[in-house]
Each structure stands twice: as C-alpha cells, then as structure tokens.
C-alpha cells in the first residue's frame, strides 16, 4: 500500500485494510507525543498548560492585522455570558488562513492527542476581543454540552492563543487548577483560582472539563484571544463545520485541515458517503 492518504482516498471503509489503518490515524507521530510528553503530564494533573511563545512575533502581528480587519463593525455581544463588551467571530476556517498555522500547530495537536488518546477534530473555532470595561465572565466548563456523569475522560481540548500579552489587568483566563478532576457542577466555594497570564504568541491548553472565565479588562487596550476547541473524532462538532466550510470551499483547504474538521471517516465508520471516504469529494 503506497500510503496512509492514498488508503484513504482508494480504500472502502469496510475492507479490512482500511479497518486497520482508520483507527490508527493521527495528526502528530509517536515521537512527537513522547517529545511533548512534560506538557502532557501537566495538562493531566492540573487540568491546563501554557507554552510560552509558540508561535512567532511575526505570525502574532499577522494575526493582530487580520482580526483588525475581520473585527470591523462587528456588533459587541448581547448577553451576560458573551459579554457585553466583547467581540467574538465564529467559524474562523471559513474566513482566513491565518490561523492554519495554530489550528495545525504541531505540538499543540501531540499534547491534545496524547491527552484524548484518540483521534481528534476541530469542535469551534473563534475569537474573543475583551473590550475595556469588559467584566469577568461566569466560571464554566466548555464539556457541558456532552451529558455525561463527572468527572469523565477528556472529551475535548480548549485552546487559547494569546495574540495580545494576556495580563492579570487586561482580562487573561482565570482557571480553577484541578475542577476538571471534580465531580460538583460548580466551583467549590474556597476553590483556588489564577489568572492564566502568558506573553504574546503563548497558548494554553485545558482539558474541557476544568472550570474557567474570561477576566476582567481593567485597562484602555482591547485583549484578543483566538480559540479552538478539539474533541474526540466521534463528538458532534459544537459548530457545524460542513456547513461552515462546504465542499466547494473546503476544496481549497490543505488535506490535513480538511481532515481535522471532519472529512474523513474516523473509527472506521464515522463519515464516510457512499462506501468512500469525503475526501472523494474534494477532488475536482
Ligand atoms: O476569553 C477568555 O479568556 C475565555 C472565554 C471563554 O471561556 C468563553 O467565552 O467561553
């Protein structure tokens, strides 16, 4: 068999190659979940893990520039919960390629990998731009949609890219170490919680099942957060990506992104049409 992709494309999800190969399918290697492997073992114990400057200075301002422009004239929230002060843009894959990079950022995809131990797809893709006066928000977990008796596996991953420095003043997360272990829907009254500062470029990590908010923006400047959530492979997506990115447009995508939001067949059986796998039509 020449390769895993070309298995992909050729081979009926029921034949018993392509039973082999399907479950095994992931976006990092071995060697790349061993080499992330300390980040790993902190996002299990304490529920989150930063990496500090995990991208460029020059893909930060990229970034910066583009949701400059993407964030024109959009309203501010409407509710409690989203802010009322705050800008947030969904279905982010549709609208620019500048966040290929982090969506595909290759230790980002080890550590939520080696931490589901599954394979994994994008849920949602947004930003979040906390205005100044915004408040904190209400401390929550983003797994509450899956109902399930706590605590549970991890189901999925939150990603937050700080493309502004994300300071104790200006809005940083505040996470709750440890509540993904918990069974309680809510955060105990003593629980302890930090402020998720990180420098410009950082990421932080936290398992969907941990208790966190969106601070409080005491300064003049706005704070932008680029967020993607990744769950298991077989989890109804949070956004709707194929009507998010349609055939037509996903055409365009590189094969691993089209892959991680969903076309494909994972577990063996979970997507494909007509006894082939999606990616059949994304071929012109
Ligand atoms: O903006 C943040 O730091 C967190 C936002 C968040 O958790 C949410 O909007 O659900």
Not at 97 to 107: A, I, Y
Not at 123 to 145: K, M
Not at 202 to 214: E, Q
């Amino acid at each position: 068999m020449a390769s895993k992709e070309l298995a992909e494309v050729d081979i009926n999800p029921f034949s018993p190659e392509s039973q082999i190969i399907e479950k095994t399918k992931r976006f990092s290697t071995p060697e790349e979940r061993t080499t992330v492997s300390g980040y790993t073992e902190s996002l299990r114990r304490n529920g989150y893990v930063i990496i500090e400057r995990a991208i460029s200075g020059e893909k930060v301002k990229e970034v910066c520039d583009e949701f400059d422009q993407l964030h024109k004239g959009l309203a501010k929230g409407s509710s409690e919960f989203g802010g009322f002060q705050t800008e947030r843009l969904y279905n982010l894959v549709a609208r620019t390629r500048v966040l290929d990079e982090l969506l595909l950022h290759k230790e980002v995809l080890a550590i939520i990998e080696s931490h589901l131990d599954d394979q994994i797809q994008l849920s949602i893709s947004s930003s979040v731009n906390l205005l100044p006066g915004e408040t904190a928000q209400a401390f929550h977990r983003d797994d509450g949609y899956y109902p399930l008796a706590r605590p549970h596996e991890p189901l999925s991953v939150n990603t937050m890219w700080a493309i502004d420095e994300f300071t104790a003043e200006n809005g940083a997360t505040l996470i709750i170490p440890k509540s993904h272990l918990q069974a309680d829907d809510h955060p105990a009254a003593d629980a302890t919680i930090e402020t998720a500062a990180m420098p410009a470029g950082s990421v932080m990590l936290w398992d969907g099942s941990l208790f966190h908010a969106g601070g409080s923006n005491r300064t003049e400047q706005a704070r932008l957060g680029i967020t993607n959530i990744y769950c298991r492979a077989w989890l109804r997506q949070q956004e709707n990506q194929f009507l998010g990115v349609p055939p037509v447009e996903a055409k365009a995508l590189t094969r691993p992104l089209q892959k991680l939001i969903g076309y494909w067949v994972a577990n063996n059986f979970l997507g494909y049409l007509n006894e082939s796998s999606p990616s059949l039509l994304l071929k012109d």
